[in-house]
């Protein structure tokens, strides 16, 4: 009887130290974010790295991490165009990263 009263105790506390272990994943809202990959345009004159979009359409951070230049990866920005800048790589539209996430698969 002292055995199950034992196993029973042990059992109730190895519960609930599983239950406080579980963190809760909280949902990301990136409906106001736009998708774009990183695209290496480090061939063209003047340029670095640039965005594209699914449309094909081209951006050029003038603030891009460098913890995110690398070719082919996906990331998610919010921004702003840059009016009062200018560049010789004219490889797309001018804009200021406002805010950045990037998914961990």
Same mark, same amino acid.
């Given at each position: 009887?002292?055995?199950?009263? =034992?196993? %029973?105790?042990?059992?109730?506390?190895?519960?609930?130290?599983?239950?406080?272990?579980?963190?809760?994943?909280?949902?990301? $809202?990136?409906?106001? %974010? #736009?998708?774009?990959?990183?695209? $290496?345009?480090?061939?063209? $004159?003047?340029?670095?790295?640039?965005?594209? &979009?699914?449309?094909?359409?081209? %951006?050029?951070?003038?603030?891009?991490? &460098?913890?995110?230049? #690398?070719?082919?990866?996906?990331?998610?920005? #919010? %921004?702003?165009?840059?009016? &009062?800048?200018?560049?010789?790589?004219? =490889?797309?539209?001018?804009?200021?990263?406002? $805010?950045?996430?990037?998914?961990?698969?």
């Amino acid at each position: 009887m002292v055995k199950m009263y =034992g196993i %029973y105790i042990l059992f109730v506390l190895l519960s609930a130290c599983k239950a406080k272990s579980v963190l809760q994943v909280q949902q990301l $809202d990136l409906s106001k %974010y #736009l998708e774009v990959s990183v695209v $290496d345009a480090r061939s063209l $004159d003047g340029c670095k790295f640039l965005l594209e &979009d699914k449309h094909s359409f081209r %951006y050029q951070p003038v603030n891009l991490p &460098d913890s995110v230049s #690398l070719n082919g990866k996906n990331i998610f920005i #919010l %921004y702003t165009n840059e009016k &009062d800048l200018f560049t010789t790589c004219m =490889g797309g539209k001018l804009i200021r990263i406002t $805010d950045i996430k990037v998914l961990k698969k």
